[in-house]
Structure formats: structure tokens, C-alpha cells
């Protein structure tokens, strides 16, 4: 059964760069090449928003409103991906979540998710 | 790109049926046939319930089923349960390789 398990700081100073990272377990990331791996994010109360989401080969694709701030990258050599969002305010407060996508960057059907990790930003 | 529309509530009966709307445009639902929905508990992950527009992961009971007409998706809850009573998304395909959900709908079993 595959398994994800987001990790990384519940907190971060605004200006500063949040950085989550995903460890995929019970497959292998490298050998899913029908797959990408997003992540997306969901603020206390609020909806859902993608973030992005990357192959196991390392292409990469943004939400435009988010793009300018945003990088995803991928160890297969440690079956994880990583988010970084720079420059974070109070409105980038959210639950974030990491989850196995379909074949393609835009493909909308995450099957496999996260349980999910609060990064509150605040001073 | 702005959230798909979706009614911020629903509600029904046990055993009766329910339908989501979900509103895009030309350019993401009415475009394509990925359209997808997700159920989401308090306090826990999202769950995928559809998958390209009305197609069931292993495990999702078929009383959840889905369609598109026009640009317009829609998830009908058919017999409800108590347990059915959660927050549900839509998303879809956008074109350029992006991803968009709806603002959520909390269905209510009453």
C-alpha cells in the first residue's frame, strides 16, 4: 500500500522560504513513470489549491499564481519530493498536503495523499 | 484562473439522493474530461470518490457517480449516509498543465 508522509518546520517566519518534504513509501517514485507528485494546500477553514506538481524525472508544473515563489524537486535516490515557497506571508498559512497525481503535470486525480502537515507563518 | 463554482452547502436525507454542481469554463471543465471529486472529513486528507468526469477508484462505493454537461460537472450522492456527511471538492484539468479545485461544498445529512 503505497504510503506519503509529509515532514518539515510547523513554522516559519514570514519573508522566509517554508521548505516540506514528502517520503514515499511502499513504491517507488522512480518506477512510476505513469505518475507525478504534487502538492497542495488548504488554509485553515478554506478550499483546496494545487501547488504543483513534478514527475519522477524532474519536470515541473506551477500554479501561475503561485509560480514566481514556488520549487518542487525529486530524490529518487531517497523516494521523496520537495516544496519550497519563498518569500511566505501570514496567506500562505495552510495544511499542506503531498499526493501521487496522474500521468500527466494537470492531471487532477490524486489518488494517494498525505496526512497532511500545518505550517503556520508567523513572526 | 479562478475556482471552479460550487454551492457552499447541500443537504439530504438518509437514503436520499443528492447532487454537487461544479461550474468552470470553455477553457478547463467544458474543455476536457478530467474532472474529479474528492471527500474530505474533518481534519483528514482529501479521498478521490471520481476520476475523469464519472469513472470510480477501487473501493468507492457506486452510489457516488458523476457527469458533465456543458461546463458544468456534477456529483450525485445517491442513498446517503450518515457517513456521507463531509466536504466535497471538484477539480479539473485547465489546460498548460495545471490543476484547479472548486471552492467546496459541505453536504449536511439531516
Known amino acids: 500500500q503505497l504510503q506519503l508522509q509529509e515532514s518539515g518546520p510547523g513554522l516559519v517566519k514570514p519573508s522566509e522560504t517554508l521548505s516540506l518534504t514528502c517520503t514515499v513509501s511502499?513504491?517507488?517514485?522512480?518506477?512510476?513513470?505513469?505518475?507525478?507528485w504534487g502538492w497542495v494546500r488548504q488554509p485553515p477553514g478554506k478550499g483546496l489549491e494545487w501547488i504543483g506538481s513534478?514527475?519522477?524525472?524532474?519536470?515541473?508544473y506551477y500554479n501561475p499564481s503561485l509560480k514566481s515563489r514556488v520549487t518542487i524537486s525529486v530524490d529518487t535516490s531517497k523516494n521523496q519530493f520537495s516544496l519550497k515557497l519563498s518569500s511566505v506571508t501570514a496567506a500562505d498559512t495552510a495544511v499542506y498536503y503531498c499526493?501521487?497525481?496522474?500521468?500527466?503535470?494537470?492531471?487532477?486525480?490524486?489518488?494517494?495523499w498525505g496526512q497532511g502537515a500545518l505550517v503556520t507563518v508567523s513572526s | 484562473q479562478s475556482a471552479l463554482t460550487q454551492p457552499p452547502s447541500a443537504s439530504g436525507s438518509p437514503g436520499q439522493s443528492v447532487t454537487i454542481s461544479c461550474t468552470g469554463t470553455?477553457?478547463?471543465?467544458?474543455?476536457?474530461?478530467?474532472v474529479s471529486w474528492y471527500q474530505q472529513h474533518p481534519g483528514k486528507a482529501p479521498k478521490l470518490m471520481i476520476y475523469e468526469v464519472s469513472k470510480w477508484p477501487s473501493g468507492v462505493p457506486d452510489r457516488f457517480s458523476g457527469s458533465k454537461s456543458g461546463n458544468t460537472a456534477s456529483l450525485t450522492v445517491s442513498g446517503l449516509q450518515a457517513e456521507d456527511e463531509a466536504d466535497y471538492y471538484c477539480?479539473?484539468?485547465?489546460?498548460?498543465?495545471?490543476?484547479?479545485f472548486g471552492g467546496g461544498t459541505k453536504l449536511t445529512v439531516l
Open positions: 470553455s477553457s478547463d471543465v467544458g474543455a476536457y474530461n478530467y
Open positions: 511502499g513504491g517507488s517514485i522512480h518506477s512510476s513513470s505513469n505518475y507525478y
Open positions: 499526493a501521487r497525481g496522474g500521468g500527466y503535470g494537470g492531471n487532477p486525480k490524486f489518488d494517494y
Open positions: 477539480s479539473s484539468y485547465a489546460g498548460s498543465n495545471s490543476v484547479i
Open positions: 513534478i514527475s519522477y524525472s524532474g519536470s515541473t
